[in-house]
């Protein structure tokens, strides 16, 4: 992860992974599927929708549907006790 990217991440932009299904031009009759991770801000998630512009203008591939996950990579530490047992004889 670079610099830049931590410096995203801290004015809110989170790993985004897009997975988009897109007719094939060859066989328009079958669905192909790309996956595609950045880093973005939710809910407008403006990288993807630049993508997704870029990818109308420039492709022949017709997109028949977009599904996203979004998960942070920043978060506060988790810590669980645990209780250890040792046998006594």
Same mark, same amino acid.
């Given at each position: 992860m670079s610099e830049s990217d931590f410096a995203a991440q801290l004015r809110g932009a989170r790993l985004t992974t897009a =997975? @988009? +299904?897109?007719y094939r031009p060859d066989f328009p009759s079958l669905l192909q599927? &790309?996956?595609?991770?950045?880093q973005d801000? #939710? %809910?407008? &998630? %403006? !990288?993807l929708q630049q993508f997704l512009d870029h990818w109308r203008r420039e492709i022949e591939a017709v997109i028949?549907?977009? !599904? @996203? #996950?979004? /998960? *942070? +990579?920043?978060? %506060?530490? =988790?810590? !669980? *006790? /645990?209780? +250890?047992?040792? !046998? +006594?004889?």
């Open positions: =997975e @988009i +299904l897109y599927s &790309f996956c595609w991770q950045t801000i #939710a %809910p407008d &998630f %403006p !990288r028949h549907s977009v !599904r @996203i #996950a979004h /998960a *942070g +990579l920043i978060k %506060p530490a =988790e810590w !669980r *006790g /645990a209780v +250890l047992m040792e !046998r +006594l004889h």
